[in-house]
Every structure is written in structure tokens, then in C-alpha cells.
């Protein structure tokens, strides 16, 4: 191997020791949620929730350096009305039953002053992966525990979910409030 082609290999390897040195959380599914807000009717805003959000959160804020994978099954969907929850499952919408679940994954979290401001991932939603940036309120670790508060904006129609549009607004909102334990 030339010296040329370790370096190459040593710079490619480094990001990836320094990832697996960062302290491990496991997301806490009981003090976890995950939220959407839609226009309905161009007047009105449905709210709903997930429920059972899991996965794993590994931060370093000495290193400002961050990687988080959160899995979310989309028949956990509820918005206080089965019978809008179940077209939600549905075929036209999430499509529950060929894709449980979906999931954000990112390894670029941006700091500012020394605080995490925002985590560039990508979500996977009907096996549709698109980018997606949550803007972040607040990520705090102590002892053996993070918090952290988010949000951010997806397009729905992105991910062939374009039932009933524009009844249906296409924007997106989505806030997440997580806690992790450390592992």
C-alpha cells in the first residue's frame, strides 16, 4: 500500500473512531414524543402524535460531534379520531402494513457557540429517503441522561403521500421532544 493510499484510508477511518468513542444513549420510548401539525381544510390544523419511538442518540458536545437514528412505527400514529387514525394506516397515506416504520438518521449535527442548532439527516418514509433539517431548541445531557426539544418541516407529497391534496396541506410540521439514557 503506497503512502498516498493510507493516508487516504487513515482520513476516512478517522471520523469513524472519533463516532465510536462518543457516548452512547438509548432513546427512552416512555419519555419520548414524536408530533406532526397538517392544514386540513385550509382552515384548520390536524395534530397528531407517534407513540413507541425508538433508537439511539451518541453526542460528545466537548467534540461538537453527534449522531442520532430514530425508528418510529407509523401504526402508532394517533390524533383522537380512529377513524381519521385508520386512513392514516391506510394504503393512501402511510401505508402501514408494507412500511411499519420510518426513520431519521443523521451523523451532522451543527454547532453554534457551543450548542447543537441544528441535525442535517434524512428520513425514510415509504421507502422514500429525502433530507430533512431539524432546527434544535435545546440538547442537554446530565449524568446519565439527554433531553433534547426539535423540529422541523417535511413536505408530504415527497414521499408519495398525496392523498387528497390540497385538502390536505403538503407542509409538514414536526417536533420531537426526546430523552435517551445513557448505555
Known sequence: MTAARAAV????????AAYAQMPSYRIDSARTQAEFEVDHLGVLRAQGRFGNVTGSLRYD????????DLAIPVASVATGWDTRDQFLRGTS?????HFPRMR???QRFRF???RV??????????DVTRPVTLTVFSLDCERDTCVASASGVIRRREFAMDAWWPLIGD??????????VKE
Open 9 to 16: 484510508l487513515l482520513a476516512a477511518l478517522l471520523p469513524l
Open 61 to 68: 458536545a466537548t467534540g461538537q460531534a453527534g449522531a442520532i
Open 93 to 97: 397515506m402511510f401505508d402501514a402494513a
Open 104 to 106: 431519521f438518521v443523521s
Open 112 to 114: 453554534e457557540d457551543g
Open 117 to 126: 442548532v441544528r441535525v442535517d439527516g434524512d428520513l425514510t418514509l415509504r
Open 171 to 180: 407542509d409538514v410540521d414536526l417536533r420531537f421532544r426526546l430523552t435517551a
